[in-house]
Nanobody
Framework: QVQLVESGGGLVQPGGSLRLSCAAS????????MGWYRQAPGKERELVAR???????TYTDSVKGRFTISRDNAKNTVCLQMNSLRPEDTAVYYC??????????WGKGTQVTVSS
């Protein structure tokens, strides 16, 4: 059974940084696409960043140049380094794992709040 556990969220001032981590278990991590999504109050869940099994990355426009997604297949982890955080980045951040042609698995989420 696939389990995803996120960590690293919290409260940070505008312009600050946070690093989110997601540990995966029960999966064939190396062949999966890993992603970070977020959902702000009253809004739909949106893709933030994604990294394929061959480490090809995709970012939503609003985080390009500020966020970096990375993966460590030896440790079954995916991280999201978030710099120059803005109040509009406030959301619950979810980790996802997806095998080819299958629906994604989700973590429970971690809250990120950017506020002075």
């Amino acid at each position: 059974q696939v389990q995803l556990v996120e960590s690293g969220g919290g409260l940070v001032q505008p312009g600050g940084s946070l690093r989110l981590s997601c540990a995966a278990s029960g999966s064939i991590f190396s062949i999966s696409t890993m992603g970070w999504y977020r959902q702000a109050p009253g809004k739909e869940r949106e893709l933030v960043a994604r990294i394929t099994s061959s480490s090809v990355t995709t970012y939503t426009d609003s985080v390009k140049g500020r966020f970096t997604i990375s993966r460590d297949n030896a440790k079954n982890t995916v991280c999201l380094q978030m710099n120059s955080l803005r109040p509009e980045d406030t959301a619950v951040y979810y980790c996802s794992l997806q095998y080819p042609f299958q629906q994604p698995y989700w973590g429970k989420g971690t809250q990120v709040t950017v506020s002075s």
